[in-house]
């Protein structure tokens, strides 16, 4: 099975361009380069297809649950370590990394408790965080990375859209530095984020933007499906791997291979 990369941006959603939109003012190269030859689209990360009030974003914890789970958040079955569950019941080693945050230690805490998955908090910025991932994919030291990039949402607690687009552009630069050391070894990366945020002026609360969503697999397909959320990463990611999702998955498969 090829190894597999998901990366998860924190406060990077999608929106109108604006003065006070440090998102819309990055640049974005190698997504950019991805988009023009894998299937990319955006998904989004608030309000009903995540269980939420119309307008309710679902922030870090909310989001990152809903795509572990790949269900609503109102739906009380759900298993919110259920794409790790899917991972280990399939044999396959996954390593979850991410930056010195805050807001991912739960997760880490409740996979290493669990025997889910390594869990390492890596030094500095997404570019170390990068550098962990790229040694990862070349030692093999994990089948499946999941990575958790957090530059966009400590950047916009500054309130300044140009530390946001800063911040933008060096996520953009470890997606580059991460994605091609798996598919290089047959592997593939899918990459979104978990809430919206750096789009705002407001510093402090997420939004209820739309997140991208980027396949960077040589064999997916778009599926048919119209309106895409958060809940649909996990069912994704485990159908370009082959691996069945589990029943209490309520997400559609945004991307496909044929023949999975």
């Not at 297809?49 to 989001?63: I, R, Y």
């Not at 978990?194 to 933007?209: F, K, N, Q, R, Y």
Request: proline letters at 8%; one cysteine or more; aromatic letters at 6%.
């Amino acid at each position: 099975m090829p190894p597999a990369l998901l990366v998860l941006f924190e406060g990077l959603g999608v929106a109108p361009a604006s003065p006070s939109n440090g998102v819309s003012q990055a640049r974005f190269p190698y997504l950019g380069s991805l988009g023009l030859v894998y299937p990319h689209r955006t998904i989004e990360a608030a309000g009903p297809a995540l269980g939420l009030a119309e307008g309710e974003p679902a922030a870090f914890a909310g989001g990152i649950r809903a795509i572990l789970s790949g269900a609503p958040l109102d739906d009380d079955g759900a298993d919110p370590l259920g794409l790790f569950r899917a991972l280990d019941e399939a044999g396959l080693r996954t390593l979850f990394v991410s930056g010195q945050n805050a807001d991912a230690e739960p997760f880490a805490e409740a996979l290493d408790a669990a025997g889910l998955a390594g869990c390492e908090q890596v030094p500095g910025d997404a570019l170390s965080v990068s550098a962990r991932v790229a040694l990862a994919a070349a030692r093999r030291d994990a089948d499946i990375v999941v990575a958790v990039l957090d530059d966009v949402e400590q950047a916009r607690a500054f309130g300044s859209p140009a530390r946001v687009a800063e911040a933008c552009e060096r996520v953009d630069d470890a997606v580059s530095r991460m994605t091609p050391a798996f598919m290089a070894t047959g592997g593939f990366a899918l990459v979104t984020a978990t809430h919206g945020g750096g789009e705002a002026a407001d510093p402090v609360s997420a939004t209820d933007a739309p997140v991208w969503l980027f396949v960077a697999h040589p064999d997916a397909r778009t599926s048919d499906v119209e309106e895409g959320s958060l809940v649909d990463v996990a069912p994704t990611f485990l159908g370009l791997l082959g691996v069945p999702a589990p029943r209490s998955m309520m997400g559609t498969p945004l991307a496909q291979v044929p023949g999975h």
